[in-house]
């Protein structure tokens, strides 16, 4: 399952983030790794992009973004 | 662990890189490090703001952009990288958020295989003690091998300290142990590690942050519009209506009433040609610039504000989902909105977007918001010609700007942007109530540079303008008579496809270059009487709307180049000139050639 999966307040941990290099390459120079745990917050008024919760902060990305991010719940 | 020499070559001049993630402090520190001795320029090639200043006369700190990481592929990151490379850079002063050590820490592990020098400044320390977050700080710097020092940026705390550390060039002593890592998730854990041995929390994670609270209400479905354009409706009456304009108003009519009479009065000894070079092209040249000033400072007051209370990213997030459809992120709303007013400072401000193509493709699409000047033409032509319909008429051509910005976005989109799509990836920081200081300083910088880059082409072109329009080959001369008449003359041809074919018509679109308000001046000294009854006889109601549509959409004013050539470059200018001219071409050539259909 990806992020976008999961319903705002639930939480899961990375698996594994699929794409184009250049948001792989962000995401997890942010931090977002495998094993890192990661929750979705809520989504923009308008349904898209999403906010996200790892490490301690708070990051918007797009649905189609957010999809590449794999995660596996605890 | 290896120990290593440090590689830079000390020279007299003592070089400090300040470098960190977005929304830490940056900006408070470099200025109260270096208060008003500040440079501001580019970096060559690309639209990066390059910030020098000097703590004293033997020490400079180069503001580096904020960024995350040195190697996820934006030119923020690339001259950061090409920077640090440099020899005469002696130390790094590498600033973290101390209540989000994590994150901030991969860029220094980052930082630490340019084999210099680290000073590790912990900002915010009050924030993080009240998020229940303790730092060891001796372990930290013996682990990391850097020195740390923990301030609070915006009280002023620990600045002394930095400030000794450069003096005495501390940072000497420091032995540099190299990392090196081959992923991501292994500097993470080396990370962890450190903070497991110098860190500890006490949060007590059930609690709901203030931050979270507000957001609650900012991002909630339904208040989350009307809150947002609230705030921008907040900002623009305090910068066309309560505030700026108005002083704008006094400026210019201190300048236009008091002190050119005065100027004419002391001058009137000189000769004609020299009274109206000082006064009609040099001194009105300088004054257009000048009386844009007090916009362009509260414009940015507010748009600082916003920024700096964290509330820009939300209001990203917001626009998101309806800019993107013009290959714009959220954040590009904001520029194009103020381009309503004027385009100078709606271009200005796009260089608050994330990416060059972000900044490049609004900086195109923002002159095609119909700004202010334009109610001039609006007003004279509607009042004349479409006495029942004005506000119709008016509010369609603003919604043909807008529409246009949304076909034309699509189209660069998908052809000369093509290769630059990025992720979009913001951080939403938390609220807090911005630093005054800093918001000055922040809202200052951008007005200073207006008034000395875009000031000076600003000039150049005034007296050009000026030049043609008072002489021809025989010497001094009126406007009906001039070079720019003749020119008008000569390009009249292309205009009358559009249904406006009259050299006039074309002379007072030459001078609308100068500022489009004065395109109705310019038809005042052409047509030499009562427009409204002179009017009828040169145009139809069909091509009079026409020409509203070639106005609305033509070659920007000279203040529009200006900017667009100081913060992008001469390609960029000719460009946006060449692409506004076709456009405007090409649709009041549709405008008028359908309309005469029916």
Known sequence: ?74 | MMLKKFTSRRTSMITAALIGNPNVGKTTLFNSLTGAKQHIGNWAGVTVEKIEGYLNDNIKIVDLPGIYAMDTYSNEEKISKQFLKRDDVDVILNIVDASNLERNLYLTTQLKQFNKPIILILNMIDAAESKGIKINYDILSKKLGVIVVPIVASKGTGIKKVKELLENSSFDKLENNILEFTTEKETYSYIENILKGCLTRNTDSSKISISDKIDNIVLNKFLAFPLFFLSLFIIFMFTFNLVGQPLSDILDKLFNDSFIPYLNSIMANSSEWFRSLIVDGIVNGIGSILVFLPVILTLFLGISFLEDSGYMARAALIMDKLMRKMGLSGKAFIPMIVGFGCSVPGIMSARTLESEKDRKLTALLVPLMSCNAKIAVYALFTSIFFKKYKALIVFSLYLLGIVLAFIIGIFFKNTIFKKNEEPFIIELPEYKLPDIKTLMIHTWEKGKGFVKKAGTVIFAASVIIWFLQSFNFSGITDMNSSFLASIGKFINPIFIPLGFGRWQTSVSLLTGLMAKEVVVSSMGVIYGGNLSILLPQYFSTLSAYSFLVFVLLYTPCISVVATMRKEYGNKMAAFSVAYQFTLAWVISFLVYNIGKLF
């Open chain 1, 1 to 74: 399952m990806c992020i976008c999966d999961l319903k705002p307040g639930e939480k899961g941990y990375v698996k594994k983030i699929y794409g184009n290099e250049k948001l792989a390459k962000r995401l997890q120079a942010l931090g977002c790794i495998e094993g890192t745990e990661i929750s979705v917050k809520r989504t923009a008024p308008l349904g898209d992009p999403i906010i996200i919760n790892l490490r301690g902060f708070d990051l918007a990305l797009r649905k189609n973004d957010a999809k590449k991010i794999y995660i596996k719940e605890d």
